[in-house]
């Protein structure tokens, strides 16, 4: 049996899928991205946070077995509310052995995979194919920028949108904008050129680039070090996307 | 919907511009009452009657639904010797008069006070020959006629003031029944705040869109009224049930129990949604002050746009609607002996107790068991005999059934005072001549079973750390409690850290489940009240997460100390049902998991689950169609009752250090939302400790 490493687990979560959902944040991510607000899924260990009220520590294993149990015995409370499960992270591409076991042992929960689509690409198909949504991140078109910002190529994650646009799976293509950096109008463009391409796209998100980013770094013993303007007002340019006829919403 | 007209009129009743008016004294009703001889329920008719006297018409130029009380103090009308020579050796219930019952409202505007006062003349003809059934109407007719002629002197003054179609319809109305939506909420306003001339308190409104919709239908249908001159109709009546609420006794400034139910089922239990059912959240969301309280019924199959409406309201703050789930409570007071129409017909008293309006002469808050003080006494007594774990779990109920014992001894000896006016608003109370004091269809008393997730932690602490892992020796754990866990840090670390509440854990949430089985057991045990009803068992706190914790003058209810969750002397319990303080959730779901656990079919007088959100969750579009979700799945969940809060804890630090800036701050405090400025300290402090859940 699989065992993942998670390092929260959040009912009522507001931003990660339709309707009432639980969210499950799996630790560890192959991406380093500079705006990242969320450094405690960042490596894949466990590991101690110093918080203001304690010292507690991030990342608890689980079997999937115990993960499933967990999650079903919400199962009638979420299908009253019309929602299910979300994977997120993390990457979970990164536990993916570990989440294709969670699923198998699912009470009929709705699920979203919550990805950045950097991940193995066997892996992206196996769990993309069997979830009822998909949550896939688009940050920068431009590799050398994707490269700076993220710390890795963008070609797994284009390659991982191919094998999406291939499936039935709906999904929803979110962007962070992040003044400056990804929220220009060159970015947009062919964000939108790449998401017309998919046929099952629900819509896009953008998500507006939240000023408390670097909140959690200290607890993590990292420093945050925004390379741009954080008083900067975000351009939520949802002209492009309407004008390639995708639904936009901004968050 | 807020216009200009309504925005001025609120600031102005916030800025209490009518206090100017109010008169410094009351009537002398006491000297006639002695010069005369008058026998109790004549003094109280003459109360009511030199009440409505006194009251000097007020009608601003804006107003088109008007009272204003003018006479703020309710005078004796017995002298404090006499007073305490008639009631010697009985108990009043807390400040004496009837309180925190429902009249049926729907069969009063309908009848019309002269229709009241036809079904008097009949029963006095009926009953000649019974003096005591003569004495309460001929009380309760001069009642009627004192009413009447405050709504005269009313009419008198609206057209000296030029207002004709004002005084037209207060010439109408409450004599006779409402034509119009218009004059039905006139004749509402007139009724209900009559009664609290007689010194009554925690006045409830009922099933507000059940009696309403009828007049309001009718004008729609003539096109009398449209839809949005019905809502600024509305708003009045709401802003004006805010004019004299600073006046209405109570804990909290706010806690006067002018709730308001919508929804639910009809009395034929098909469902009783209709449009004022939408209306009147909308307009409470406009109006956004303190009152009514808002209080929605609601099933599993309860339409998800009316949620999400009613979450506009909790995400405004407001603290309201407060939700009751159909699905538990009508069983729930069937199999306590309530007739199916009348459970289906139920509403709520002052916070979260279910009756049945103009049906109902129940005290549903006689008082609490402390369950925290009954599980200490058991774990301190088992213990220290070497008892194993049931005989502790013995103990408490045994504790319960002594704290239930020595509150219902003390209400078997209850005495009402007669309430002639407030027996003519009940069903049935002049037609068989007898004052509501005397018992209605339904009699029963109702006790809080406070500060219940403190208490169950307690025993799941106590379990796990002293007879399961044995890390933690008897002794060991009493000597840390006497010392407040001084010098004790890891052990309180493992009470702390062992299966709390709230979490969907069966080690914490089977003693929570115990306790209230016991709890309810006991007051099966304690038989009939004295008044022919039962003793129901509830799941609320009202103020008691404050005063078990940090005692009160004249609270007869023990107060606990140190307790075995790893809870400090003085700290403050959860209030109603809710996770204790500090203890980590994973989020509303697990709570809701927690508490559904309960058999709500024995524990009966309301309680609800008490849930802060926090206001950033209200920045995303999709939030309130998710909050509406989420009280779908508490009505799935087979819960029973819900409140739901929105805080933000910055802005409430803000507001205790400049109470000026945020006057108009409003928050849920036990069963009813108050302005947070006006708040005692403890009852602020309490609510920004609370675990407000985020996304």
């Known amino acids: 049996m699989q065992t993942g490493i998670v390092f929260d687990i959040r009912e009522f979560s507001i931003h990660d899928g339709p309707n009432l959902r639980t969210t499950v944040f799996l630790k560890g991510c192959p991406l380093r991205c500079a705006w990242c607000h969320n450094p405690e899924g960042l490596s894949p260990q466990p590991q101690v946070i110093d918080t203001p009220s304690g010292t507690r520590t991030s990342g608890q294993p689980y079997t999937s077995a115990e993960l499933a149990r967990l999650l079903n015995r919400q199962a009638g409370l979420l299908r009253a509310g019309q929602g299910g499960v979300t994977f997120s992270g993390g990457e979970p591409l990164l536990q993916a052995a570990f989440v294709a076991e969670v699923l198998d042992q699912l009470d009929r ?90 046929p099952h796209l629900v819509r896009v998100d953008l998500l507006t680039y939240n000023r408390a980013a670097g909140g959690k770094y200290a607890a993590c013993g990292m420093e945050f070090h925004p390379q741009w303007d954080e008083s900067q007002a975000v351009r939520a340019n949802t002209a492009v996307f309407e004008a390639a006829g995708l639904p936009v919403t901004v968050h | 919907m807020m216009n200009l007209r309504l925005q001025a009129m609120r600031r102005r009743v916030r800025d209490h511009e009518h206090a100017v008016r109010r008169q410094p004294v009351a009537p002398d009703v006491l000297r006639e009452c002695e010069e005369q001889h008058l026998s109790w329920p004549r003094r109280a008719a003459r109360l009511v009657r030199r009440m409505c006297e006194a009251e000097v018409p007020l009608i601003e130029a804006e107003d088109r639904i008007v009272f204003t009380r ?77 009413v009447l002629g405050l709504a005269r002197r009313y009419a008198e003054a609206a057209l000296a003031a030029g207002r004709a179609e004002l005084a037209e319809i207060l010439q109408r109305v409450p004599a006779r029944p409402p034509r119009t939506f218009h004059e039905a909420l006139q004749s509402l306003r007139l009724l209900h705040a009559a009664v609290w001339l007689g010194g009554h308190y925690h006045v409830g409104l009922g099933r507000f869109d059940q009696y309403m919709w009828p007049y309001l239908d009718a004008d729609l249908r003539a096109r009398r009224l449209d839809e949005a001159r019905a809502e600024e109709l509305l708003a009045e009546f709401f802003i004006s049930l805010n004019r004299d609420s600073d006046l209405y006794p109570g804990v909290q400034q706010g806690d006067n129990g002018q709730s308001l139910m919508l929804g639910g089922a009809t009395r034929d239990g098909a469902s009783g949604v209709n449009p004022l059912t939408a209306m009147a959240l909308r307009v409470a969301r406009d109006v956004a002050m303190i009152d009514p309280k808002i209080n929605l019924r609601i099933s599993k199959d309860t339409d998800l746009e009316l949620l999400a409406l009613a979450a506009e309201l909790t995400a405004q703050g407001l603290g309201f609607p407060q939700y009751s789930n159909d699905d538990v409570v009508i069983p729930a007071l069937v199999a306590h002996g309530y007739d199916l129409e009348d459970a289906r017909d139920y509403t709520v008293a002052a916070c979260w107790e279910f009756i049945v309006a103009g049906k109902g002469m129940e ?86 079973g406070a500060c219940s997730a403190s208490a169950a932690d307690a025993l799941a602490a106590v379990r796990k750390t002293v007879f399961v892992d044995r890390s933690v020796a008897p002794a060991e754990l009493i000597q840390a409690m006497d010392a407040n866990f001084a010098g004790h840090d890891s052990l309180r670390r493992a009470l702390l850290d062992a299966p709390k509440v709230g979490n969907h854990d069966d080690q914490a949430d089977d003693m929570l489940v115990a306790l209230f089985d ?65 203890v980590r959730v994973r989020g509303p779901l697990s709570v809701l ?12 007088n309301g309680g609800p689950i008490t849930l802060e959100l926090s206001d950033a969750l209200f920045g995303d579009v999709e939030a309130l169609r998710k909050v509406a979700l989420l009280v779908r799945s508490f009505a799935a969940s087979g819960c029973q009752q819900l409140q739901l809060n929105t805080i933000n804890v910055a802005k409430l630090q803000e507001a205790k250090r400049h109470p000026g800036r945020h006057r108009n701050l409003i928050v849920r405090v036990w069963g009813w939302s108050g302005y947070f400025c006006e708040l005692e300290e403890p009852y602020q402090d309490h609510v920004i400790a609370r675990h407000a859940f985020g996304m």
């Open chain 1, 109 to 198: 929960l709705h699920v979203v995979l919550d990805t950045s689509g950097f991940g193995d690409e066997a892996s992206f198909h196996g769990l993309a194919e069997r979830v009822d949504l998909v949550y896939f991140d688009l940050k920068l078109m431009d590799p050398a920028m994707h490269r700076r910002c993220t710390g890795q190529d963008n070609r797994i994650v284009l390659r991982n949108l191919d094998q999406l646009a291939g499936l039935a799976t709906p999904c929803v293509i979110r962007v962070p904008l992040v003044p400056g950096v990804t929220d220009t109008e060159d970015n947009l463009a062919a964000i939108a050129r790449a998401a017309a391409g998919v």
């Open chain 2, 70 to 146: 003018t006479v703020p103090k309710v005078p004796p009308i017995y002298s404090p010797q006499q007073w305490r020579e008639l009631t010697a050796g009985r108990t009043l219930h807390e400040l004496g008069p009837i309180s925190n019952i429902c009249a049926d409202w729907g069969m009063v505007l309908s009848q019309g006070l002269l229709g009241r006062r036809e079904v008097a003349q009949a029963a006095r003809r009926r009953l000649s020959d019974d003096s005591a059934a003569m004495e309460f109407l001929a009380a309760a007719l001069e009642t009627i006629d004192a």
């Open chain 2, 363 to 448: 005290v549903v808050n006689i008082g609490a068991v402390s369950m925290p003080a009954a599980v200490d006494v058991a774990i301190r007594a088992g213990l220290a005999a070497g008892a194993g774990f049931e005989a502790i779990l013995d103990r408490a109920e045994a504790e319960m059934g002594r704290q239930l014992e020595a509150v219902v001894s003390r209400y078997r000896r209850l005495l009402l005072p007669p309430a002639p006016y407030y027996s003519v608003l009940m069903d049935g109370c002049l037609e068989s001549g007898r004052d509501l004091s005397q018992g209605l269809k339904y009699s029963n008393f109702g006790v809080h």
């Open chain 2, 518 to 582: 016991r709890f309810a057991s006991a007051c099966e045990a304690a038989g009939d009240n004295g008044r022919g009803g039962i003793v129901r068992p509830g799941s609320g706190s009202a103020m008691y997460y404050v005063w078990l914790a940090a005692g009160h003058p004249g609270m007869c209810e023990p107060v606990t100390g140190t307790t075995a969750d790893g809870r400090r002397a003085a700290e403050y319990f959860s209030a109603n049902l809710a996770p204790s303080p500090g």
């Open chain 2, 593 to 604: 998991q927690s508490f559904s656990k309960l058999d709500y079919r024995r524990v009966c």
